[in-house]
């Protein structure tokens, strides 16, 4: 069972450390995912599939907790799809495919997608680095226990943009911009999009917290406190374009507003044959939302009706839906 795996997994590394990726996993989530088992193939073979990858896991990390974890998001999209629409598995050959086929029957909508989980950046090096943190951390709890303090507090840090060989602020809107480009160009195979009205859909649950403002699917907004324009990120991940000026969010009067130049094109104007962008982000209650983008002369495509049904929010490179999400006075 995928639920009494990873609470075993997790009960044995907090003793020692953390592990980022463990985190993530629903315990709720995982029990239903072994309760539809025996009547779902696909989500049967999911969990087969994060069991087999987690088989010989321990407490340190290694790349198979990231498989696993892709395997996990990958069935609960499966799950969330299947509330609106008709869904069928594509079988994986030896030329990549994208992941599914989904239907809506009445409005006779047929579209392909591809779903994507993101992981932390410089491989499983911040990972390491962050169990390294957590366990240290535990030796100097333990010391403070021992030596008779009665209340031990320590904090341990989670970096998911950290690289090594950059000298830019790890939480800058350019460098979070490009650095999620940089992910899905590198996870980007043309084959799973050669089928027409194909989309990709990421996963962003491992970057919660970053992308909650609901601002981020303009191209820019409005700061309330003080008054300054801010570009939007997830808006800029799809469609920004080599050479724009990226914004950043104030947090102190006089503070630099200009972030710097992009230095690559968005997904969506590199890509002609990615239909569609969504972003799977999570609340504070764990609740998805979905957000969504399609180009603008696009809007009377399949997959522009998909995104405008399955999203709370979306938007266009022409940014036509600016004047729901910005806050204006």
């Not at 315990?27 to 009547?39: H, N, T, V, Y």
């Not at 799973?192 to 919660?208: E, G, Y």
């Not at 995104?307 to 022409?318: A, G, P, Q």
Request: contains cysteine; negative net charge.
């Amino acid at each position: 069972m995928l639920k009494d795996r990873i609470l075993k997994l997790k009960q044995d590394t907090t003793v020692l450390t953390c592990n980022p990726i463990l985190d993530e996993f629903d315990m709720d989530e995982c029990d239903i995912l072994d309760e539809l088992c025996p009547s779902n193939s696909y989500i049967n073979s999911k969990v087969n599939d994060c069991l087999n990858y987690l088989k010989n896991l321990s407490v340190h990390f290694e790349d198979s907790y990231i498989s696993a974890f892709s395997s996990y998001i990958e069935a609960m999209t499966y799950l969330e799809l299947i509330k609106k629409f008709d869904v069928v598995r594509i079988t994986e050959t030896t030329v990549p495919t994208p992941d599914f086929k989904i239907i809506d029957k009445e409005n006779k909508l047929e579209i392909f997608a591809e779903v994507k989980s993101l992981s932390y950046f410089d491989g499983i090096l911040n990972y390491h680095e962050v169990q390294e943190t957590a366990l240290q951390n535990q030796i100097i709890s333990t010391e403070k226990i021992q030596a008779g303090e009665k209340i031990v507090s320590t904090l341990t840090e989670y970096t998911p943009f950290k690289k090594r060989n950059s000298t830019k602020r790890n939480t800058s809107s350019l460098y979070i911009i490009e650095s999620i480009i940089d992910k899905i160009n590198n996870l980007y195979k043309h084959e799973q999009f050669a089928n027409p009205d194909t989309i990709l859909i990421v996963d962003l649950k491992l970057f919660s917290g970053y992308f909650l403002s609901i601002e981020n699917v303009s191209a820019f907004f409005y700061e309330n406190t003080p008054d300054q324009i801010a570009s939007g990120t997830l808006w800029n991940i799809a469609f920004g374009k080599n050479g724009n000026l990226i914004l950043k969010p104030i947090k102190v009067e006089g503070e630099k507003n200009i972030d710097g130049i992009l230095s690559k094109n968005g997904i969506l104007v590199e890509y002609n044959n990615i239909k569609g962008l969504i972003f799977i982000l999570y609340g504070h209650s764990k609740e998805r939302i979905c957000v969504g983008f399609t180009r603008y002369k696009e809007q009377d495509n399949k997959p522009f009706q998909f995104i405008s049904e399955i999203c709370k929010y979306f938007n266009d490179d022409f940014n036509t839906m600016a004047w729901e999400y910005l806050h204006i006075k």
